[in-house]
């Protein structure tokens, strides 16, 4: 496991033979735009080609070559049905999603504009394709809603971030290059690019757009916006032919190399390079930029929002800061990083002829108020419509506990009426973490995002998405009375997720295992004013259309989500810890005669993340060529309280194997699952698991597959970018204080007791290793180590290696042959 939130994403390749080091001989499939595999090329030693998007390993020990053995070592058969797979892959992969939405009232007052952010993998250039897509919504007199689709989206080609400003007139769009050449800034009007900016980077690097440093705010006269950007990379030293180049030198340049300089740490799994985001503001009208003065070099930037203006008072930034202590620890998946928020003011003031000019003399009377000194966490700020108050989220818990993820608060601090921050500012909690929820109730609250304008019209109700058990559900929350509602529907076992706000009124997407995503409409009832409650209108939409296959393949699947009694229930186990777990089973709607069809368990990683019953194409894949899923939420899993989620650090390996194991013994005692054709697949956390129950149950799988899998946490130790983690998950609540980063052998030992390579000498069953060479979350030399020594004990193993993917192997390629991969080894081990 490891802060990889999300369990299986996706890809894969082919192989050499580890045993037999003939590699020219040995040619590698190739795909076509419809992803048969329609030729081979020759691969020479140590010399891939540009168009080669990876390498591979594959190790197999049976020893017994098939009669017709093809060219890359694969028998004819076996070629077949890759190449039936993957037509049926390419249709669930060309599904798009849609990843954020806006809403806008038009200049005539008539109806409302909504504008859609989609996304679709684009397998040939092995990158995502971004559209724009916008709608009209309008009300009829009877009280029905339609949208009115633009006919075509608009692709937004080489696009990394786009934001509207708050009336809606202009459109910010961000282009970073992927070279040294300027960051571009584009100001969009409602008919034409209105401005064009080239900042180079002298001034700073790449604009953040990952969503979790990235903050692009527009002040409210849509003159200023305030980002977060890389610091300009520091001077390195220049080497020539005579040696050392002083700077400033005048010698004549026959000829020089930038050398390397000190290394700097970087923020670890998919921020390598990325060192020092900063703060900035640029000036629309005059496209000039400003660092924001007085942030000291200890602080990473994220998440910017303008604080409320006053005509005539000093304009703040209200932005979170984390501190990289001594070292920076990997962030991505990982809450537990202590954070808060600050206030600055602006470098850009009102002169006299109103114009905006950088401040004089800023160093002077700038100081950087810390907002939340008396709470551990503080992130994603939002003030309230009247600028009376600051809500934000926290993840105390996690930061107290040590555990990378864990349940949410939500709080508020009044914003004093001059203007001013106030370090003393009280917090008032909102939303407390809950630690045991009664049956049916509030979980808790476990949100990855809050949306830009999150209020309705009171100006006191959020509304948020949050992970409700095995779903994910919208809620309203009044942040004065802390009273929470759940507004999408209760009786659902379908995932919800709140994409905008129109006034009082919701645009939501809809989805499950077996339904791709819907456009949902949602207006609260009227006359429900002691408990609100809301009606969702299915809206016509062009948005993730599939094809007829994809449909009639999809309608002869079901679902639902399975509640499992623990096992092993003790005294000293919480009362949170004792509940049920939860799996949510996709199968066919009939059977073929009394036979059940093949079982794959999936596992989601983390281990402190969970798996919702949103649509994922690639498991939806896999339903459609003859599986059922088991997909388990173990104790430990987000969405079920904190004592359920704390019960896990110090008992990887073993409670949450046995949660597994329960679960599929639950599935066999139903009849949904034949005990002789069950195989298991988990990526990070979930491939500690799967190579944990092979070891443990080695009987009990015909086949298994591992995507960047933690198989030794004494070797991840030394080599992560969260060594932290491993400490925390071995030796629990007391792993936080002891964490080094120089191991005892005691401590080692026991991270190697508790990792699944101490199980291997059991294992059995034929295992895929699907690994991406970058990840640094769980270095690639973890995966190779299980494999290498399962092959050495005579295990059957094939090990696909992705040279340019990170922990998520997320590149449309890399995901495509992933899940390709999968469905093939399966089909071999569970006929």
């Known amino acids: 496991m490891v802060p990889l939130s999300h369990l299986i994403t996706p890809t894969s390749k082919w192989c050499l033979n580890l045993l037999r080091p003939r590699f020219s001989s040995l040619s590698l499939p190739t795909f076509s735009h419809t992803h048969h595999l329609l030729k081979r090329f020759t691969a020479k030693p140590l010399c891939l080609s540009s168009n080669q998007k990876f390498v591979c390993f594959a190790m197999d020990v049976s020893g017994a070559n098939s009669i017709k053995e093809m060219p890359w070592g694969v028998d004819e058969a076996t070629e077949g049905e890759y190449a039936s797979q993957s037509e049926l892959l390419q249709e669930f992969t060309s599904i798009s999603t849609v990843d954020k939405a806006w809403t806008f009232k038009p200049e005539n007052g008539k109806g409302v504009q909504a504008m859609f952010s989609i996304s679709q993998p684009n397998l040939l250039a092995n990158k995502k394709r971004k559209y724009i897509l916008s709608s009209h919504i309008v009300k009829e007199s009877d009280g029905f809603t339609s949208f009115q689709w633009a006919p075509f989206p608009v692709e937004m080609t080489g696009v990394s971030t786009m934001v509207p400003s708050p009336s809606g007139s202009k459109l910010l769009v961000v282009r970073n290059s992927e ?413 073929k005669s009394d036979a059940c069809d093949p079982l794959i368990v999936m596992l989601h990683g983390g281990p402190h993340s969970v798996s919702v019953s949103s649509f994922s194409k690639s498991f939806a894949f896999l339903s459609s060529i003859g599986y059922s899923l088991l997909i388990v939420n173990y104790r430990g899993s987000l969405g079920f309280g904190e004592e359920a989620l704390q019960s896990l650090p110090g008992k990887v390996g073993s409670q949450d194997v046995n949660d597994v194991l329960t679960a599929i013994d639950h599935a066999i005692d139903m009849g949904l699952a034949d005990p002789s054709k069950v195989s298991v697949l988990g990526g990070s956390h979930g491939g500690f698991l799967t190579t944990h129950l092979i070891g443990q149950a080695p009987d009990k799988f015909v086949a298994a597959a591992v995507r960047n899998p933690v198989c030794n946490l004494a070797l991840m130790v030394g080599t992560t970018d969260i060594p932290d983690w491993c400490f925390v998950e071995t030796c629990g609540s007391e792993g936080k204080s002891i964490f080094t980063e120089a191991p005892s052998a005691e401590q080692l030992k026991l991270m190697h007791s508790m990792s699944p390579i101490s199980h291997l000498s059991k294992v059995k069953t034929p295992t895929l290793f699907l690994l991406g060479a970058q990840d640094l979350r769980v270095p690639v030399s973890n995966g190779l180590q299980y494999a290498r020594a399962l092959k050495e004990k005579g295990g059957e193993a094939k090990v696909i290696v992705f040279p340019n993917d990170v922990h998520g192997i997320e590149k449309p390629q890399s995901d495509f042959e992933t899940f390709l991969n999968i469905g093939v080894w399966f089909k071999k081990y569970c006929k």
Request: proline letters at 6%; charged letters at 20%.
């Open 179 to 591: 070279n040294e050449s300027p960051t571009q800034f584009e100001i969009w009007g409602a008919s034409e690019v209105e401005k064009e900016f080239h900042i180079p980077h002298s001034v700073h690097g790449s604009v953040y757009s990952d969503g979790w440093f990235e903050g692009i705010s527009w002040n409210s006269d849509e003159t200023l916006i305030a980002y977060v950007a890389e610091e300009p990379s520091p001077s390195k030293p220049t080497f020539s032919g005579l040696g050392y180049k002083k700077r400033g030198s005048a010698e004549k340049d026959c000829g020089s190399w930038k050398g390397q300089g000190d290394w700097e740490e970087d923020w670890g799994e998919t921020y390598a390079g990325k060192r020092q985001p900063a703060l900035f503001v640029i000036n629309i009208n005059s496209g000039e930029v400003c660092g924001v003065e007085g942030i000291g070099k200890s602080l990473s930037i994220g998440q910017v929002v303008w604080a409320p203006s006053t005509k005539g008072l000093h304009q703040y930034l209200v932005f979170v800061g984390w501190s990289s202590g001594r070292r920076k620890l990997g962030i991505k998946y990982c809450y537990n990083r202590p954070c808060a928020l600050y206030a600055v003011r602006a470098p850009f003031h009102e002169s006299e002829a109103n114009e905006l000019r950088p401040k004089e003399n800023v160093s002077e009377d700038v100081q950087v108020v810390n907002l939340t000194q008396s709470i551990s966490s503080a992130f994603f700020p939002r003030f309230s419509p009247d600028g009376k108050f600051l809500v934000f989220l926290s993840a105390k818990s996690s930061v107290d506990s040590g555990a990378h993820s864990a349940t949410d608060s939500l709080h508020r601090i009044e914003w004093p009426t001059d203007g001013k921050p106030d370090p003393s500012a009280k917090i008032v909690d909102v939303v407390p973490v809950v630690m045991c929820a009664e049956d049916g109730c509030f979980p808790g609250l476990y949100c990855s995002s809050i949306l830009g304008k999150p209020w309705l019209s009171d100006g006191y109700t959020m509304i948020l998405s949050s992970y409700w058990r095995s779903t994910q559900a919208i809620i309203s929350v009044h942040v004065q009375s802390g009273k929470l509602v759940r507004i999408s529907p209760g009786d659902s076992d379908f995932s919800w997720n709140v994409l905008a706000l129109d006034g009082d009124n919701c645009v939501a997407v809809c989805s499950s295992p077996i339904d791709v995503p819907q456009i949902k409409y949602g207006c609260p009832d009227e006359g429900s004013s002691t408990v609100p409650s809301w009606s969702w209108a299915d809206i016509s939409s062009p948005i993730s259309r599939c094809s007829e296959k994809v449909r009639t393949l999809l309608s002869s699947l079901q679902f639902s989500v399975m509640k499992i009694p623990v096992r092993g229930v003790t005294e000293n186990l919480s009362e949170g810890a004792r509940k049920p777990i939860e799996a949510i089973f996709v199968s066919s709607k009939s059977k």
